[in-house]
């Protein structure tokens, strides 16, 4: 079929001038693959480590960046699925989608903590106000759009890229909102999180390269099981040793919040409990043996736990696009990264990971953000902030914090 012919095509990497003049050389198809994927992996480091020196907005751009790219090719596969049927609108209500969306998600984290400046300027304090209306409106203007665009005998075809588009999207757009709420709460729950699932994919593949014997899962025959414990064993300790360097640096381990005075994100704090030394009291039968105690920074053991899910849970989000391109008989998802495939094929484990340090922060960690509450009371009656003043000054007084006075503010 031609929407087969297609797929192969979207997914067939052609061999770069590296690959080539290796060949020419001599090596073999498995060490040319080796030393392409090893070259471009390094470049990837290299780069990834220069957007971090230039800090969180450079990361917000990135975290856009590959959103944008990994639906073009979820996109592009269903593209060439439906393209042949003369669907109408197809890209077009796509990218909408992925618009308006946008619009949504990325106004939220930017009301949450820029809503104080945002308000100040007349310009965009209505997009403030009613951020979630224009988001609806937006939403429902697609909606509009599309059952504008219905044509009798392909309702079901259509329906079917309508349920693509919006999957893709929630797997897409739910995973970047995540990854930029992660980078507010300090750049070190952005960047241990997405070094270990590198990590693992790295350590795993040199594990099942040289020692794997043992197949671990149908759905992606060169995964073997030496390499996923290998991986593991390797994830955690490179967790613990990079959250131990990462702790000593401001930079790192302070929320982001934006500088009126400085007009700039600012990262600069006194390190919180999570980064401060602790002592713990070991268990009764290592005090036996002399060991009672043991300092350590609360952080790494959240490290652990995070280390611990990218190496058994996170795999299996590439084993779910595994499953994915079987099903639709393609190798990659696009040829974008040589000797990695597409962009999509490097990040599909980071979606279920992003996921799980929000979802880990809100349940254990819960840092209140001071810049999302401003933001609310910024938007409160005046009546209602001077209530909030007084009951928040009450409180601090009756804990020792601020005298208490006779009369507060608003007092009759």
Request: hydrophobic share 50%; with cysteine.
């Amino acid at each position: 079929m031609e929407a087969d012919e297609q797929l192969r095509n979207l997914s067939q990497a052609k061999d770069t001038e590296i690959e080539a003049e290796l060949g020419r050389r001599g090596f073999s198809s498995r060490a040319r693959n080796w030393i392409v994927r090893f070259i471009f992996t390094v470049f990837m480091i290299v780069m990834f480590s220069f957007l971090v020196s230039l800090g969180p907005l450079a990361l917000i751009a990135l975290v856009l960046l590959i959103q944008i790219r990994c639906f073009q090719e979820i996109i592009n596969i269903g593209y060439c699925i439906y393209k042949t049927q003369n669907l109408p609108w197809f890209r077009s209500l796509s990218w909408y989608f992925l618009l308006a969306s946008n619009y949504f998600y990325y106004g939220e984290n930017m009301i949450d903590y820029f809503g104080v400046f945002l308000s100040k300027t007349d310009f965009l304090q209505p997009f403030v106000t009613y951020h979630r209306f224009i988001s609806f409106v937006l939403y429902c203007l697609g909606i509009v759009w599309f059952v504008l665009s219905l044509r009798k005998h392909y309702y079901f075809r259509q329906f079917s890229m309508f349920a693509w588009t919006h999957i893709t999207l929630l797997i897409v757009n739910s995973a970047a909102f995540f990854f930029v709420q992660n980078i507010f709460q300090g750049l070190i729950w952005f960047l241990v999180p997405v070094s270990m699932i590198i990590c693992n994919d790295i350590m795993a593949y040199m594990f099942g390269f040289f020692f794997g014997k043992t197949p671990l899962i149908k759905l992606s025959p060169k995964k073997t099981w030496e390499g996923f414990i290998g991986g593991g064993f390797s994830t955690v300790v490179f967790g613990i040793l990079m959250s131990l360097v990462m702790i000593q640096y401001p930079y790192f381990i302070c929320p982001v919040e934006y500088n009126e005075d400085e007009v700039r994100l600012a990262t600069d704090c006194t390190p919180g409990y999570q980064f401060q030394l602790q002592q713990y009291t070991l268990p009764k039968l290592l005090q036996l043996i002399g060991f009672k105690h043991i300092k350590m920074y609360p952080f790494v053991w959240h490290s652990l736990s995070l280390s611990l899910f990218s190496s058994v849970i996170g795999p299996f989000g590439g084993f779910f696009a595994s499953g994915f391109k079987r099903a639709f008989k393609i190798k990659d998802f696009g040829d974008m990264i040589p000797g990695h495939g597409g962009i999509m094929d490097r990040f599909d484990c980071q979606i279920l990971m992003a996921c799980f340090v929000n979802v880990y922060i809100r349940s254990f960690i819960r840092v209140a953000n001071p810049n999302a509450m401003m933001s609310q009371i910024m938007r409160m009656e005046s009546e209602d902030q001077v209530t909030l003043f007084n009951s928040l000054k009450n409180y601090l007084g009756s804990h020792g914090l601020l005298p208490i006075e006779q009369a507060p503010i608003g007092a009759t």
